[in-house]
């Protein structure tokens, strides 16, 4: 019963509250079954407590609507939580800041399965290796060249993990679309092993996840020197702790981790289907957190919706806060320019900086490669960069981006997408399951294309230019209330633009 009543309510809270906001505090809850109430069991003692205070007497009014009348909601930590071990009440009003809860047991991982995660772990080489600073294995080289022993391992294991020190705050410029990420990695930067812990940032590629993380780390750094900060993408550690298995060297491993500070953890998802390395990570993350060692983690979609990964650590992910990184809006894309210009020492005009901005807006890298693109071009040339300059060295980005988002394409991808026919967006029906997509493909050709309103209704069965002006403003407008929607647009203009 309450399962459902949630499932109702969340659509709702769903359609009224920015996606962001909708991920962070209400995707996490859990309906669970009594008799008089609504209980919803949140991971942890913060998200209880946030949800309480901002939006308690919101779920309690849409409960009193779904069932016309009475409605009452327990918010309840859930147990075997790392702050609580058993459920507990928490009434709807703010609540004072928690300590920690009770230590969770440890126990030490088999070495069942290394062989698996070894041939796992041969995944092809990201080739972003200098934004990502991935440095080569210290254990690898050493046993490539027949050298390895236990203690050159651990030695390996105390140089390799480097931060990048000029992603730091100062450096990371804030937009909507990261707000509230950064806002949390400047808590946790404040108050490690505190009461965000682990800090989870997901979203997609290229948006500043391993920035942000990295800035903590640096911030971390710089308020206490001696501080063992570990930064590492997730295949290192599958493929050190593959390694470590193989020199029989794992208690090395294992005390090593477990000894550092701050442990940074990058695109957990390639942790998926790696059994034997979910089992070490799992001790090791339930160390860390019961020695109130800061963890960051990262990961390209939200930890509940990783294939292949074990439901134990899902849930612990969420223990501490979980956060997204959207892609960045117009304003964010140009500041985002003008900063990395104005560290380059270099003059961008305005509207050079907008130009790019408005052509490239698939995700951060894609800017700063187009940027670099410019600058390389206007060195070269010797000429100082204006709009001519731009498009001329992304002439070839643009020329291919222009072939990719025809009015035809953006039909043909958007009708695929919703599983229509392109005749439908050119018909004259108007149900919703026709009227809704074909207002996103007319706000999508408005923001993808250079075409005027008439042009982009002639295109969609000979429609007015009001009818295109009015789906532009319905789908913005959707967009902030319905994460449906934003999620739909988002996919969308990845696939039309990446
Ligand atoms: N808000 C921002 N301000 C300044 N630079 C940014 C911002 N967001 C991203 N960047 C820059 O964009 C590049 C890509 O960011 P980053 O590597 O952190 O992305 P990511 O989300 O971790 O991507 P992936 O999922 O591929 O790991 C970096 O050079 C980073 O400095």
Known sequence: MSEAIWAHCKTRLQNELPPQQFNTWIRPLQATETDQALQLLAPNRFICDFVSDKYGQLIEQLLREVQSGEAELQLEIAAGSSRASAVQSVPLAATPPVSRGPALAVVGGTASGAAADA???????????????????????????????????????????????????????????????????????????????????????????????????????????????????????????????????????????????????????????????????????????????????????YPKEIDGLEERLKSRFGWGLTVAVEPPDLETRVAILMNKASQARLDLPPDAAFFIAQRIRSNVRELEGALKRVIASANFTRRPIDVDLVKESLKDLLALQDKQVSLDNIQRTVAEYYKIKVADLNSRRRNRSVARPRQVAMALAKELTNYSLPEIGDAFGGRDHTTVLHACRKIRELRETSSDIHEDYKNLLRLLTT
């Open 119 to 301: 041939a796992e772990s041969t995944a092809p080489p990201d080739t972003d290796t200098v934004a990502k600073q991935k440095p080569p294995s210290l254990i690898e080289t050493t046993l490539h060249y027949g050298q390895a022993s236990k203690s050159e391992v651990h030695e390996a294991l105390q140089h390799q993990h480097n931060l990048v020190s000029n992603y730091t705050f100062s450096n990371f410029v804030e937009g909507k679309s990261n707000q509230l990420a950064l806002a949390a990695a400047n808590q946790v930067s404040e108050n490690p092993g505190g009461a965000y812990n682990p800090l989870f940032l997901y979203g997609g590629v290229g948006l500043g996840k391993t920035h942000l993380m990295h800035a903590v780390g640096n911030a971390l750094k710089i308020n206490k020197p001696d501080a063992r900060i570990v930064y590492l993408h997730s295949e290192r550690f599958v493929a050190d702790m593959v390694k470590a298995l193989q020199l029989n060297a794992i208690a090395d491993f294992k005390r090593y981790y477990r000894s550092v500070d701050a442990l940074l953890i990058d695109d957990i998802q390639f942790f998926a289907k790696k059994d034997r390395s979910q089992e070490e990570f799992f001790h090791t993350f339930n160390a860390l957190l019961e020695g109130g060692q800061q963890m960051i983690l990262t990961c390209d979609r």
